[in-house]
């Protein structure tokens, strides 16, 4: 039996990286799941190898109205969405403040934060009819503390305004048994990352206590758990994974 038996998920950003990590774990735990992506052609491949339990929709995550038009066909195909996963995000450009370009930093917002706010009030409705479900909002480490090397303003500030829309939405429908958590992944090794550092992660790895980068499956693991009603009784916080990395 597995841990998702009967769920359905919306996973954003999950056409490669944590995201594609994430969607084949939970099709292996048992559920049906919509993976959303700009990018098609990687989507399609992705949802293709996981089989009938999975659909891949094109997705614009800063669209209020792109959100409706998914969550309907996620609905039409599975059932009631009772977990949501917005795990989409940019790094935008690695500059300082005064340096940022307003068009730049209202497009982090967009991704990282705003799409959020998009996804949950589209889906706790839904949630609210099934009796209740599970919301995981993908932060950072950025969002728990200043960190080094983190790429502008607009990434930081949307990771910690993630932080802060879980705590108020998990207080507001506690009562309709919808629980909403936020994960702080360190340094992951993904796509994104590869693209933001060298080959070997530009020395990131001597920086973390246990002296590695994460898999994107550990990550999917800690997302799992808060997915699963196995941690039923768990909502309103935060759950870091960066190997020690923030207890410094």
């Not at 020395?203 to 898999?215: C, K």
């Not at 990550?219 to 916080?237: N, R």
Request: charged residues 20%; glycine residues 12%; hydrophobic residues 40%.
């Amino acid at each position: 039996m597995g841990k998702l038996d009967g769920k359905v998920a919306i996973i954003t950003g999950a056409a490669q990286g944590m995201g594609e990590a994430h969607a084949r774990r939970f099709v292996d735990e048992g559920a049906s799941v919509a993976l959303t992506d700009v990018n098609e052609e990687a989507g399609q491949r992705v949802a293709g190898e996981l089989g009938p339990r999975a659909l891949f929709l094109r997705h614009d995550v800063t669209s209020l109205e792109d959100w409706g038009r998914v969550h309907r066909r996620a609905e039409e195909a599975f059932g009631p969405v009772t977990v949501l996963v917005n795990n989409a995000g940019i790094l935008g450009p690695v500059t300082p403040t005064v340096d940022l370009g307003e068009e730049e930093y209202l497009k982090v917002c967009a991704v990282n934060q705003h799409s959020q706010f998009y996804g949950m009030k589209t889906v706790i409705p839904s949630m609210r009819r099934a009796g209740g479900g599970s919301i995981v909002n993908v932060s950072s480490i950025a969002g728990i503390v200043s960190i080094v090397g983190a790429p502008n303003l607009a990434y930081v500030g949307s990771k910690f305004a993630s932080r802060g829309m879980t705590k108020h939405v998990a207080v507001q429908y506690g009562p309709d048994n919808i629980r909403v958590n936020s994960v702080h992944p360190g340094y992951i090794k993904t796509p994104m990352m590869a693209a933001a550092t060298d080959e070997n992660g530009g020395g990131i790895a001597e920086t973390v206590p246990l002296r590695r980068m994460s898999d994107a499956d550990e990550v999917s693991s800690l997302v799992l758990f808060l997915a699963s009603d196995d941690s039923s009784y768990i909502s309103g916080t935060e759950h870091v994974v960066d190997g020690g990395l923030t207890a410094q």
